[in-house]
């Protein structure tokens, strides 16, 4: 940076020359030593090793969708059988269980996702089917929009689709869950306060796209993708390849919409993971993201992370697909764990359910004799695929081949004993799968219960229930926010038993905002149904039984 050669080159020192000569020296040490000071003290506040700003804090909020704790009764065994482990190995989640939640809605003692995440997005209880907005259809603040206008960054990551309740209740305000079109608008900023999200990474590309466009669903004409991405307002990644130049969040450029798959990513025990990333992997990308691009802002971030598809496997009466769903979360949970563990930022990440699927147990009387006490996780772990991935593998081999012997070996020997690892399926078996091949979702639950009689794993519903669901948290040791995630509900903890409001009302607290004044803002929004026909079209019984 400094040439020093002249200075050394000079000769015949007269006294004035020596004198000259030391004040230059003086006077480029001191530059130099002025440079080094404003050089490092620039790497310095580019070091994530600078002090963040006092009250700067990360909210992390997770959402196991219809995860009871029988769910991880069913999850933690299956681990262990399959991996071998002592009775004390447990999920990483099970260290950090603070609490309990009741999750009735205001119109129903069982909720639906709708009603259930909007109690956790505006602190208020709803009605099922409710997105965003209050019992008298106002649209009501969200703590991702509270967030949001403070300064802090936001982020959705789940695994179904985007505009599916859980997210929906967090970013955009409809009076029904399915007005899904209304909610990706309203999602990319097209409602009164603007873009409120700035990273997105999920399924569900069919609500950004028309009807004519391969995978679009939308019932007007617009591509909201390609309106989107191509003045770069958004960037976009809609595929495997995409998603890894994003370089695990290191290349990420916000806002940052990730839609993998049409609808849901698939199952995590049908995931192909040269196709589609797992959970954890999400996760990564987005927490990686949004700290680098706070890195130097006085506020942090929101993310919102939804195990999505573990209530799907309740609705499906699944055990195979569960266990791998609630796995496939931990693993998730764990990257939160670690990112908890490295950050300088003050972090809080709470877990919880909006409800339980399902009506799980683990243990069910398969005979008229008393009932042996004992459950088979061996029988999961033989089944390598969903019911979901093999009815549609039997309906698309039907589709080409009509003769009944042959339909009858497909079934017999590459579904059951193949895939399923059942060698023992009864005549009539068979004979169910084979009368309701043109019946698909009656064909899944035939599949489902062959592996819950044998693996005697009980269900009540194929709907949802009321039982309470956990609460579990994890929080940074240092900063006043662990004293008070440990509280009481009296003092806006998490510790004990909850209404699922209080944990919407914990968030506000931390985050030291009044959602109250974001619903003023809201007024203008569009949140009803563009026609009497979409309700109509969209009965309540149609989209509450099958979410
Ligand atoms: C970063 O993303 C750009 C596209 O936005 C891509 O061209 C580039 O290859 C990526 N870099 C890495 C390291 O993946
Ligand atoms: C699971 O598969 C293994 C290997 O094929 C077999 O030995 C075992 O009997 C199966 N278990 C059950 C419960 O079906
Ligand atoms: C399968 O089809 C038969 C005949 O249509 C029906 O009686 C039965 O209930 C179906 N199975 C299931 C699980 O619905
Ligand atoms: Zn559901």
Redesign the pocket.
């Known amino acids: 940076m400094f040439d020093t050669k002249p200075l050394l080159g000079e000769e015949a020192p007269s006294v004035y020359n020596t004198t000259h000569r030391r004040k230059t020296v003086y006077a480029v040490l001191k530059a130099v030593a002025v440079a080094i000071l404003v050089v490092s003290a620039l790497v310095y506040s580019g070091s994530s090793s600078h002090k963040p700003a006092p009250n700067k804090k990360n909210i992390i909020f997770m959402v196991t969708d219809g995860m009871g704790p029988a769910s991880l009764s069913l999850a933690r065994s299956f681990k262990q059988f399959r991996d071998d482990l002592p009775i004390n190995d447990i999920l990483a989640l099970d260290r950090h269980l603070i609490g309990s939640s009741r999750t009735r809605s205001s119109s129903s003692l069982v909720t639906d996702s709708a009603a259930g995440a909007t109690a956790f997005s505006c602190g208020l209880k709803s009605y099922n089917g409710a997105i965003g907005v209050d019992p008298s259809k106002n649209p009501c603040g969200t703590i991702l929009e509270a967030l949001k206008l403070q300064g802090y960054l936001t982020g959705l990551v789940v695994t179904t689709r985007i505009t599916d309740a859980t997210p929906a209740a967090f970013s955009s305000h409809v009076d029904y869950r399915f007005q899904e079109d209304l909610i990706a608008e309203q999602q990319l900023g097209e409602y009164p306060l603007g873009r409120m999200v700035d990273l997105i990474i999920g399924g569900g590309r069919c609500h950004f796209l028309p009807a004519s466009v391969d995978g679009g669903c939308r019932a007007d004409s617009r591509n909201l993708i390609k309106e989107y991405t191509e003045n770069d307002i958004w960037s976009y990644v809609g595929n495997r390849q995409q998603f890894d130049e994003l370089d695990g969040g290191k290349n990420v450029t916000l806002p940052l919409l990730g839609l993998l798959a049409t609808s849901d990513i698939p199952y995590d025990i049908d995931r192909n993971p040269k196709q589609y990333p797992s959970l954890a992997e999400q996760v990564k990308v987005a927490l990686t993201a949004l700290s680098k691009a706070t890195e130097d802002s006085d506020k942090g971030f929101f993310l919102l992370i939804e195990g999505s598809r573990i209530d799907h496997a309740g609705h499906h009466n699944d055990p195979s697909a569960q266990v791998r769903e609630v796995l496939a979360y931990d693993e998730a949970y764990k990257e939160v764990l670690k990112f908890i563990e490295d950050s300088d930022v003050e972090t809080v990440a709470v877990s919880t359910s909006d409800h339980e699927t399902g009506g799980l147990v683990t243990s069910r009387q398969v005979s008229p004799s008393y009932p042996d006490y004992i459950w088979?996780p061996?029988?999961l772990?033989?089944c390598s695929h969903s019911g979901e991935f093999l009815t549609s593998k039997i309906v698309s081999f039907t589709r080409s081949n009509s003769d009944a012997k042959v339909v009858e070996d497909f079934i017999t020997k590459e579904i059951f004993q193949n895939d399923m690892?059942?060698?023992?399926a009864t005549a009539q078996e068979v004979k169910d799968v084979k009368e309701n091949l043109s019946t698909p979702g009656q064909l899944l639950y035939v599949l489902n219960n062959m592996i819950s009689l044998?693996?005697q794993t009980g269900w009540t519903t194929h709907g949802h229930s009321a039982v309470d669901v956990n609460i579990y948290g994890a929080v940074s040791n240092f900063g006043s926010i662990k004293t008070q995630l440990y509280q009481s509900a009296e003092n806006v903890g998490l510790l004990g038993n909850h209404e699922n409001i209080e944990i919407g009302k914990f968030m506000e607290s931390v985050a030291g905002v009044d959602l109250s004044k974001i619903t003023e803002l809201l007024k203008d929004t569009k949140h009803h149904p563009s026609s009497v026909d979409e309700i109509n079209a969209n009965s309540f019984d149609q989209y509450h039984q099958t979410q």
């Open positions: 088979y061996e029988v772990l033989n690892g059942i060698q023992d044998r693996s």
